[in-house]
């Protein structure tokens, strides 16, 4: 049998490389020819759920598909981001992910799924702002009033969050680095519970993302006294930033962003880019979005890519100078 001259291997290998990308080019255009799924690593009714919600039913209708919600909430955010990261990476499972999905992939600690190396980012669909909120009767009527009694009282005045290493818990750590006080951290198990013992009076304060507060600082049950945004918040427009209110530079937002398993091939995840880019630009859905507590974003998957870099860098510094653990 005669063999093959270098050149000639050559040839095949091109020859081969390019019948695959032309292979996945086609797939890219016809995409989806199936149902696809959208793993949310939080329970259902969440600001993360909500917003997987939306975006799911506009693209099912774009995409004449169905696209299935799958909440596989626990294990720190990682049941949900181990079985997205495992999938077949054929654009057929995405991954709904967070400022507690990037904690919990690597940051605050060792953990079976490493974003980086498991995950390709998609699109950025939306970010949001952490909230500082006390019951309506509370003596706490702003962050200098917290930061005196907290002086006056260390450790005594106690804080609810949705759990170690969430957003909400990184808001809080955050707030006693600046303002150097010390609270007590009662972690829960998500947000709902920590709402109602903090109407209730069994914790001081609640940290926790907009969208499970707007309906209870509306309606008169809870106050909220800061927003961890650059800006104020259009939906509570009387609650000033931490910046405002002294602590120069304070910066804690939430995120939602759709993520793929990192080997799913670059023109698929262009083509679900592209078109969940669309959904997001719909004045219906950033609408929707902006009512139930956050704000459309949209972009490039390079352009996630950066702001979980950036992000997870200003994150990793946070747990080094204060010494977080999730032990």
């Not at 299935?68 to 990682?78: D, I, P, Q, S």
């Not at 952490?130 to 009282?153: E, P």
């Not at 670059?266 to 609408?287: E, G, S, T, Y």
Request: glycine fraction near 10%.
């Amino acid at each position: 049998m005669k063999r093959l001259s270098l050149i000639q291997r050559l040839m095949v290998c091109i020859g081969t490389v390019s019948a695959l990308t032309a292979n996945t080019m086609a797939r890219a255009d016809t995409f989806p020819q199936r149902p696809v799924r959208m793993i949310v690593p939080f329970p259902a009714g969440g600001g993360q759920d909500i917003t997987t919600r939306t975006i799911a039913r506009h693209a099912g209708d774009a995409w004449g598909q169905s696209v299935v919600v799958e909440n596989r909430a626990g294990g720190k955010t990682l049941i949900g981001a181990e079985a997205a990261a495992r999938a077949t990476a054929d654009g057929y499972t995405l991954l709904m992910t967070s400022v507690e999905v990037l904690l919990n992939t690597g940051l605050i600690a060792p953990s079976s799924v490493n974003m980086r190396r498991d995950l390709a980012p998609v699109i950025l669909c939306s970010t949001g702002v952490n909230v500082l909120a006390v019951r309506a009767g509370s003596s706490i009527k702003s962050v200098a009033d917290l930061i005196g009694q907290a002086r006056d009282n260390p450790g005594k005045i106690s804080y609810g969050s949705a759990g170690l290493g969430s957003s909400s818990h990184m808001t809080a750590e955050q707030l006693m680095l600046m303002a150097k006080i010390n609270l007590l951290h009662v972690p829960y198990k998500g947000t709902a519970t920590s709402v109602t013992d903090a109407i209730g009076g069994q914790i001081d304060l609640i940290f926790a993302g907009a969208p499970p507060l707007l309906s209870m600082v509306q309606g008169g049950k809870l106050r909220a006294i800061a927003v961890g945004s650059r800006k104020r918040f259009p939906l509570l427009p009387d609650a000033p930033t931490f910046d405002e209110s002294g602590l120069k530079g304070f910066e804690m937002t939430t995120f939602a962003g759709l993520m793929a398993p990192a080997t799913t091939p670059p023109a698929i995840i262009a083509r679900i880019n592209k078109d969940i880019d669309a959904v997001l630009q719909r004045k219906d859905v950033m609408d929707a979005m902006l009512a139930s507590g956050t704000v459309a974003m949209g972009g490039t998957p390079a352009d996630f890519g950066k702001y979980l870099h950036d992000r997870g860098a200003i994150l990793k510094r946070l747990i080094e100078v204060a010494k977080i653990s999730t032990n």
